[in-house]
């Protein structure tokens, strides 16, 4: 990809960031450690292969229809044959508004290296995404390019491409999808790639698909256990190979913890509600979340997406509230409640001690 096809790409990530004010934003953020057997492609070489991932990202008010969103992961993995490879980028993204259905598409910029050697990496992406109750279900297709010195892809295949600046550019495209289902507690996913385009891919030795299976136990609101399993892609732009491996890991919720006292402002403790009536969380999505409840005049929400400051619901049919605000993907934590009455934990999420003598409903966006 030439320059001048890069150029526009830093303009269109300040523009997101500087598109509303900071107060207007929601952050959130995840940190992955997970450390497991690997078995590396082409030398056939046994190990142990470690991963961090550390991701972040907000969410300002919708434009023009739209929801803008700015990512950027760092990650470290050890690959073989003992060394430490690591990356980052940073995406903006914009999203269509949908309950159930919705699309997206993303420009990126970022780079990978192990020590002297170094990759810059441009990445354009699009994709879908729907779900029913419990099921999500995405698919994306990404363009990816980088810049590599001749020589760089040793025994990975010719990297020849366009020339620019003594450097050959190599372009590839990815085609993922990804399935999931979240019981509140517990995720289970299944991950498929599909790579083309890169003459390197042209050698057989080199694998063309990747594929991951994995699941976390949520065993506190901000603290999951993860394990997986699967059989990653090449590092084509620092000519490391792919790996089946297997893993075992945590990963961390990192968002706003809520002030102590916060959800007890003028009510009773949250209770957990078990009558008929009790009001249940019955969507959940970056855009919007609806709660079906008891009669009432009127409703509210609180919870971390809102620094715990009580939200009114607005009305969407009898028993069926909703509040159109930007939640960032990832674990969360609610409370409701209808006629200035009682914060409750409502069905559809999971209750928690919520460190100050109450509980909480945990529930996850993806």
Same mark, same amino acid.
């Given at each position: 990809? *030439?320059?001048?096809r890069?150029?526009w ?6 523009f997101?960031? !500087?598109?509303?004010?900071l107060?207007a #934003?929601q952050? /959130?953020?995840?940190?992955d450690?997970g450390?497991?057997p =690997?078995? &590396?492609?082409?030398?056939? +070489? ?6 961090g991932?550390?991701?972040?990202s907000?969410?300002?008010a919708?434009?023009?229809?739209l @929801?803008?969103e700015?990512t ?7 690959? @073989? ?6 990356r980052?980028?940073?995406m903006?993204r914009?999203h269509t ?5 919705g699309? &997206?598409l993303?420009? /990126?910029?970022?780079?990978v /290296? ?5 990759a810059?990496l441009?990445?354009l992406e ?5 779900g029913v109750?419990?099921a999500?279900?995405r698919?994306?297709?990404a363009?990816t390019?980088?810049? #590599?010195?001749p ?7 010719d +990297? ?12 590839y +495209?990815?085609?993922?999808t990804?399935a999931?289902l979240?019981?509140g507690?517990y995720?289970?996913? =299944? +991950?498929?790639v599909r790579?083309?385009g890169s003459? =390197?891919l042209? *050698? ?6 990747? &594929? ?5 136990w949520?065993?506190?609101p901000?603290?999951?256990?993860m394990?997986s399993? !699967?059989h990653s892609l090449?590092?084509?732009s620092?000519?490391?190979p792919g790996a089946?491996?297997?893993s075992?890991?945590v990963?961390? =919720?990192?968002?706003a913890a809520?002030?102590r006292g916060?959800r *007890?402002a003028?009510g ?7 009558a008929?009536?009790?009001p249940?969380?019955?969507?959940a999505?970056p855009?919007r979340?609806a709660?079906? /409840? ?7 929400v ?12 607005v009305?969407?049919g ?5 509040i159109d605000?930007?939640?960032s993907?990832g674990?969360? @934590?609610?409370?409701v409640?209808?006629?200035g009455g009682?914060w409750v934990?409502?069905? !559809?999420?999971?209750?928690v001690?919520?460190g100050?003598g109450g509980?909480?409903g ?5």
């Open positions: 990809m *030439s320059r001048s890069t150029a790409l830093p303009l269109v990530l300040l997101f960031a !500087g598109a509303t004010p107060r #934003v952050f /959130g953020a995840t940190l450690v450390t497991g =690997a078995t &590396w492609d082409q030398v056939e +070489t046994e190990g142990a292969r470690a991963q991932t550390l991701g972040a907000y969410r300002p919708r434009m023009l229809g @929801q803008p700015l950027g992961d760092f990650g470290l993995t050890t690959e @073989q044959p003992v060394r430490t490879a690591f980052w980028d940073v903006g914009l508004r949908g309950d159930v259905t699309a &997206w993303g420009a /990126g910029l970022g780079g /290296g192990t020590g002297a050697r170094t810059a441009t990445r699009g994709g879908i995404r729907s109750g419990p999500g279900f698919v994306w297709l363009r390019s980088f810049g #590599v010195r020589g760089v892809g040793g025994s990975f295949g +990297t020849r491409g366009d020339s620019a600046g003594g450097k050959q550019i190599v372009e +495209t990815d085609l993922g990804r999931a979240d019981f507690r995720e289970v996913g =299944a +991950t498929l790579r083309w003459a =390197a042209q *050698s057989r030795a080199l694998r063309s698909v990747a &594929w991951e299976m994995n699941a976390v949520w065993v506190r901000s603290v999951g256990l394990a399993v !699967g090449p590092e084509l620092l000519a490391l089946r491996y297997r075992l890991g990963r961390l =919720a990192l968002g809520p002030r916060a *007890s003028g009773a403790p949250p209770t957990t509600g078990t008929a009536g009790t249940r969380l019955v969507l999505t855009d979340l709660i079906v /409840g008891p009669p009432a005049d009127r409703a509210e609180m919870g971390d997406f809102t620094d715990w400051r009580s939200l009114p619901l009305r969407a009898e028993g069926r509230w909703t605000t930007a939640v993907r674990v969360h @934590q609610l409370n409640r209808f006629d009682e934990v409502p069905a !559809g999420t999971v209750a001690d919520d100050f509980e909480v945990m529930f996850v966006v993806r």
